[in-house]
C-alpha cells in the first residue's frame, strides 16, 4: 500500500516538473527596410503583446538573424517587417529553410509581402508580392471571408482608410479576408476581389499574411490589430481553435 503511495506521489511530482519545463514559445522580430511603413513603430505593438502571451521575445533590426541556423530551428515564431530591402542568397536560404523545418512566419503589409523583390524563393513561401495601391490612401472596406476560421471568428466586416493593396497571389493560400476594388482609381479593377488575410503551408512551416498595416496607425483599428494576433498565434502554433486570442472588455 505504501508502495502504491509512493509511485503515486512519484508520478505527480514527475508531472509537475514536466509542466514547469514546459517549452517557452519563442519569437523572434526582424524590423528593417523602407521606414515610411513604421516597421518599428509596428513591432512595438505587437512584440510587448506577444511577451505579455507568454513567448520569451527577440527584436532584431538585422537581416544577418537569418544566419543563425541552429537559433532559427529553436524558434516557433519569426516575425518580419522588412519593406523593400535586399536579401543574400545565405540569409534567404537560412530563413527558408527555418520555415520548411516548422518554423512559423507572421507578417503585415509591404513588411513581408513587399521585402525583397529579386527572390521569387522568398515570394514562393509568402504567397503573394505587392504590385499596386490604387489610388494611394483612399476608403475600403474589408470582407471577412471565412467568419469560422480563428483567426477570423466573431469578427465583422470593417472599414480601412489606407493602402488598398493590390497583390499577385498564389491560389494555395486559404484567404480569410477579402476587399472590393470599386475602380475609380484604375478602372479594369472594378469588382476584383482581393485577398487581405491568408494562411498558407510552406514545408512544415505556417505562414500568415495580411495586406493591412501601411502606418502603425492603421492598428488602431481593432479588427487590423486584433487579425495580427491571432495570426502570429495561429503561425506559431499557439492560437486555441476555440475563440479569440484577448478578453473583450
Ligand atoms: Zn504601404
Redesign the pocket.
Known sequence: MKKRILVVLLMACLAGSGLAQEKKKKALFVWGGWEN?EPKQCVDIFAPWLREQGFDVEISNTLDSYLDAAKLRSLDLIVQAVTLADITPEQEKGLLDAVLGGVGIAGW??GLADSFRSSVNYEYMIGGQWVA?PGGIIDYEVTIADPKDPITSGLTDFKMHS?QYYLQVDPINQVLATTRFSGRYDRWTKDVVMPVVWKKPFGKGRVFYTSLG?VAADFDVPEAREIVKRGMLWAARALKDDGPSEKKD
Open positions: 511603413h503589409h509591404g495601391h493602402e501601411h
